[in-house]
């Protein structure tokens, strides 16, 4: 059983708490908890961990429109193409992909609607937190400072996400109050979100098995570097040297680690597999743990096939929905193990014998299931490729985080996984943090590598090769440019939310042409304000160019 004893004394009261995430109240700025709960320390420990399991919803690609979804299928890798008569869904990720969104998307509203109730659901037990005495809820000052601090530091998350997608937004740190917020401009919410972290950053606890998916010192450092890796972008001021002290502060170990001091893992798989709650390097996540809490991803309904279970042995399918866009998968070198662990391409196997074929259920009923790179009605032999001429099996796969199998194996190997569904979703991964290091020390200097920034991303990449092939495939101050190193963010970070913001940062957003993607209109860096918030609230302004 995964060590989260903490994280899970709450949760199963916090999921009968409150309502499904999926249920989404109009006016987001107003979620309330009840006012009569905070009687003992179990109560108050659960009205602290609620926003986590509500973020599962919005920022983990879990199968609703949060912002994951906007954060990875605007970019140039990831794509949710129309495959025969699945997929269409009223033209929304062919929007998504060709940057045409308009002001009444439903999916931006929801994604605006969730990650703001996410926000009321920290601001409502920080009022009741903040207004009770010690003695009435049962835990000691030192708890109850750190209980707010974390809550605080958890709201600061929301906004920054918030700020990533649309710039300028509301800030609210009452319950309903105001009652209509007006829009604050992204240098003052990125001004709000830095002092929130400092303020608090000392009064949480270091990162440790018992902060495993909780906000942590470790969590409110990673937070202060993706400020300050974007802060020019944001405020119009860049910030290298924060970005640089932060990072090292995650580094050095000084703000703790979920198992032990923190480190990168020893290889490309203990971040991801279903026992990743003892990796070295993760920082924040979402964590489950289907046994105690009956609590598990969302992601396998965004990437799994609708046959899936065959392939690896488990029990959960998916949506057949999001995949690489074409020729991504060739960015990848041949000898690179994450082409190979973390993608899924060409004939698919039953895990149980890994031999019979998975057979195909569309266009190709009753053959092999053959995944491949490409988007193409290749049955009728067109070579038309877009977002619209999908099939079943077009498209490279998802198979980053594993979730483990039910089913043994050829020979039970291998045999059952016995933390089969429990695997978490990474928010911050201590590789993230060297990477952001070696950018801004490369963005200080020019954009040219020096031997610190080389070394960073060295000490990442080696994991994906063998010892022989590694030989031949290091950075050096020459090789290692910032062209490269969008790539190789690319390559590392697939899936992980991040490439939305890294093509704005490194200028590529809406002037590159990927696939059948053209370069759209600057003002495409953020997204527009949705309609049905500005008709709740006429203190929204519209962003440029809506």
């Given at each position: 059983?995964?060590?989260?004893?903490?994280?899970?004394?709450?949760?199963?009261?916090?999921?009968?708490?409150?309502?499904?995430?999926?249920?989404?109240?109009?006016?987001?700025?107003?979620?309330?908890?009840t006012d009569d709960f905070y009687n003992n320390k179990?109560?108050?420990?659960?009205?602290?961990?609620?926003?986590?399991?509500?973020?599962?919803?919005?920022?983990?690609?879990?199968?609703?429109?949060g912002w994951w979804r906007a954060a990875e299928l605007s970019a140039d890798q990831l794509a949710w193409p129309t495959k025969g008569r699945h997929g269409e869904d009223g033209g929304k990720w062919k929007r998504f992909h060709y940057h045409s969104w308009t002001v009444d998307e439903g999916g931006l509203n929801q994604a605006w609607s969730l990650m703001y109730w996410g926000m009321g659901l920290c601001n409502d037990p920080i009022e009741n937190i903040e207004k009770r005495d010690i003695a009435t809820m049962g835990i000691t000052q030192v708890e109850k400072d750190a209980y707010l601090a974390e809550l605080k530091l958890l709201r600061a998350f929301h906004?920054?996400?918030?700020?990533?997608?649309?710039?300028?937004?509301?800030?609210?740190?009452?319950?309903?109050?105001?009652?209509?917020?007006?829009?604050?401009?992204?240098?003052?919410?990125?001004?709000?979100?830095?002092?929130?972290?400092?303020?608090?950053?000392?009064?949480?606890?270091?990162?440790?098995?018992?902060?495993?998916?909780?906000?942590?010192?470790a969590g409110a450092y990673a937070m202060l570097v993706e400020l300050y890796l974007n802060a020019e972008v944001w405020t119009g001021t860049a910030r290298w040297d924060d970005c640089i002290a932060a990072a090292d502060k995650l580094i050095n170990s000084e703000a703790g680690g979920q198992n032990g001091a923190m480190a990168l893992d020893p290889n490309i798989v203990d971040q991801f597999k279903p026992d990743n709650n003892l990796s070295k390097e993760v920082i924040f996540s979402i964590a489950y743990d289907y046994k105690v809490a009956n609590f598990a991803g969302g992601w396998p309904s965004e990437f799994y096939h609708f046959k899936q279970q065959e392939i690896y042995g488990g029990g959960r399918n998916g949506n057949n929905g999001i995949v690489l866009v074409p020729g991504v998968y060739n960015t990848f070198e041949a000898a690179d193990k994450r082409k190979s662990d973390w993608l899924l391409i060409g004939p698919m196997v039953k895990f149980t014998d890994g031999v019979s074929p998975v057979l195909a259920s569309e266009e190709y009923d009753g053959q092999q299931l053959t995944f491949v790179d490409n988007i193409q009605k290749n049955k009728s032999g067109s070579t038309v490729s877009n977002m619209s001429e999908g099939e079943e099996n077009s498209g490279v796969r998802f198979n980053k985080y594993k979730l483990g199998n039910q089913l043994a194996g050829p020979n039970d190997?291998?045999?059952?996984?016995?933390?089969?569904?429990?695997?978490?979703?990474?928010?911050?991964?201590?590789?993230?943090?060297?990477?952001?290091?070696?950018?801004?020390?490369?963005?200080?200097?020019?954009?040219?590598?020096?031997?610190?920034?080389v070394a960073l991303i060295n000490e990442s990449k080696k994991r994906s090769y063998t010892t022989a092939d590694w030989t031949n495939k290091a950075y050096t101050t020459a090789t290692l440019t910032l062209n490269e190193l969008l790539a190789e963010r690319g390559r590392e970070f697939i899936f992980e939310g991040f490439r939305r913001a890294d093509l704005i940062r490194f200028g590529k957003f809406t002037t590159a042409s990927w696939w059948d993607h053209q370069p759209s209109s600057v003002t495409r860096e953020l997204y527009p304000i949705p309609q049905r918030q500005r008709d709740l609230n006429s203190n929204l302004a519209q962003n440029p160019g809506y």
């Open positions: 059983m995964k060590n989260k004893s903490i994280l899970y004394i709450g949760l199963a009261a916090t999921l009968t708490f409150t309502n499904a995430c999926t249920k989404l109240d109009e006016n987001a700025y107003d979620q309330l908890l179990t109560e108050v420990l659960s009205a602290v961990l609620r926003p986590y399991t509500h973020a599962n919803a919005w920022v983990t690609p879990a199968g609703q429109d906004y920054l996400k918030l700020m990533d997608l649309w710039g300028n937004i509301p800030v609210v740190t009452k319950v309903g109050e105001p009652a209509k917020p007006e829009t604050m401009p992204r240098k003052d919410v990125f001004n709000f979100i830095e002092k929130e972290i400092k303020e608090n950053i000392a009064l949480v606890p270091k990162l440790s098995k018992d902060m495993m998916g909780r906000m942590s010192q190997i291998p045999a059952i996984n016995p933390n089969y569904n429990n695997t978490d979703w990474n928010i911050y991964r201590l590789t993230w943090i060297y990477f952001a290091k070696a950018e801004a020390l490369m963005r200080k200097s020019g954009g040219t590598a020096n031997a610190d920034a």
